[in-house]
């Protein structure tokens, strides 16, 4: 039976947002730019390419360990500009702000705003301003977009993932979504979890030098590492085979996890991102990221198959396989 | 996380491989093994243990994720009660998504403007109910054995605090009832039950006696994907020998006769009544109904609730999966129209249902 009105699940990054995404926006707005369905629109002005995004972010609390929602805001854009070989240059900043909202926390958003931009080499060059009355959004919200230029010449796309690409992921998982998770429960764990929110832009950037060969990259937000895994494979219509074993994990991470009954593997990420390149340059692009701040847990966790059901594969820790597809149902709301 | 990577040692894994493979090899038929726990089929998914044992060998999952089995009556009521003036309706997660009669959810319910919230405690309500003192808190208690205990502590600190906008609409049940319905089922054909650790440290063995008596094999196994192969080969030995006990595979916590404080404050609290379990119909003293002493945090003492005339969803086969009939691939609906984003039945809602379980991991 189909329900004629928005859910929280809409939002929840997994089968029920792609869906309204593909039933509601794209009919509408199609154009070619919008239909590659990336983290950036690749447009050309001129003889330049270059690559424009948008974002918003309603995360809740808005501090949390390792960031907040200031900061964040400003990550996720540079991140979505960076995974498309964009060189992030300049963005808009949007606040609706709830009555009441105090000062200091504003001033200390938008101070760590400043900085993550100072940090990432990106400008806030326009923005706006909204108030609401109390109760019509909780505390802040913030809008996003991005724009930078393209000077990376290869097409990065899932498109073009190939056959027997490896594929790289720059770090432990789900750290995003488990420090959420800690600072909104009153779990009474000890245990230490910060948010990896970190700009990818400069380890990108990188890569992209040692290597002209690099396939696709994306960054595993919302959905986690898991939804992008299965969002990819299926519209690159590739399986995808990865091991349980290979993917760096915090224990600190991994004990919420087993506490909660979460499966990590769809817990959000702000600071990693999937690469996939042929096998040849895989040692390359480990190299960079270990050598980087953002990459020092990097490892390949597997690659693209040859056959096309668009599958992710993974091999369970004890040797069994399992399929993983885009989640369903709220796995942990507003996250950011 | 040393200790869980103990029970994840794939050496060990290899070594029990070979001993279930090796005492399948005795067996001269196929054998079906029931976990009877939802929990046990998510980690059966969830570690990919289904494709790595013999042929002959079948894992079916039986009524035991409580989501699975709560009656569509029981959904109706909660969302009745979710509309009510003034109230706060507190539920575990996956009960979220699970269609009532007409195929409303809380979900829904929550987007028509009713104040749902998931919590993770039922302690959270006590939160709720100190920051809400004008509302009433209404908490969905759902679950067997060893949820029921924290809720029945909640509850007990309710009263000690003196709260009163406080209760719980409970739809708590017992395991033992249900595995006596099934095994007296002639329709069944199991050879032997994965019995839940966890629910076993609260109730102990004794309460798995009339399994052997049937003719089954039982071991209380627990849920790290060592505990369950082991499980499995206990089961297989004792069908090999022809010798039935209920056997203890997860030795830590399990005695005899449980955690018996844990269950008196349960027996304090709540009293055994027949219930309605989705897709398997009405057992005798399988429901925990509260005491008349603590009518104050009855939910169904607080409200009155309408005779709703609710219906289970036409061609939905959980029943015969829940009772380990069918597997979830021969429901029609299965994958067809029923998928985890639009669930017809509750066993493809909770993540630890049997057709949410079937769906992923195949
Ligand atoms: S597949 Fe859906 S309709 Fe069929 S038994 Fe499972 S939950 Fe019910």
Redesign the interface.
Known sequence: MKYDKILLEHGSGGLLSNELVANIFLPHFSNSFLERLEDSAILSIGNHKFCFTTDSYVVSPVFFPGGNIGSLAVHGTVNDLAVCGGKPLYMSAGYILEEGFPFAALTEIVQSMADAARGAGIKIVTGDTKVVSRGAVDGIFINTSGIGIIEYEGDLSIKSIKPGDAVILNGTIGDHGAAIMKARENLGLEADIVSDSAPLNGLIAEILKVSTDIHCMRDATRGGLGAILAEIAKSANVDININEQDIPICENVRGICEILGLDPLFLANEGKMVVFCPPAEASKVITVMKGHEFGRNAAVIGNAGESGQGRVVLKTSIGGERIIDLPTGELVPRIC | ?KY?DEY?D?AL??GLLAKIRKAADRIDHPVTIMEICGSHTYAI????????LPDNINLVSGPGCPVCVTSARDVDIALHLSRQDKVIFATF?DM??V?GS??DSL??Q???GSDVR?V?SSD?CI?LAQNFPQKEIIMMGIGFETTTPTVAVTVDRCRKKRIENFSVFSVHKVVPPAIEALIADPGLNIDGFLCPGHVSTMIGSNAYSMIPEAGCAAVITGFE??DILEGIWMILEQIANNKFEVAIQYSRGVKPEGNVRAMDLVQSLFKTDTVEWRGIGPIPESGLVFRDVYAAYDTLKKFSVPDIQSVDVKGCGCGDILRGIKSPDQCALFRKVCT???PIGPCM?S?EGSCSTY????
């Open positions: 996380m869980i994840r794939p894994v290899k998914g969830r570690f990919g243990i289904r494709n790595m997660g979220l998504r269609p007409n195929g979900q829904r929550r987007a028509e998931v993770s959270e939160e994907p060592v985890p984003a639009n809602v993540s769906y992923k991991y195949h």
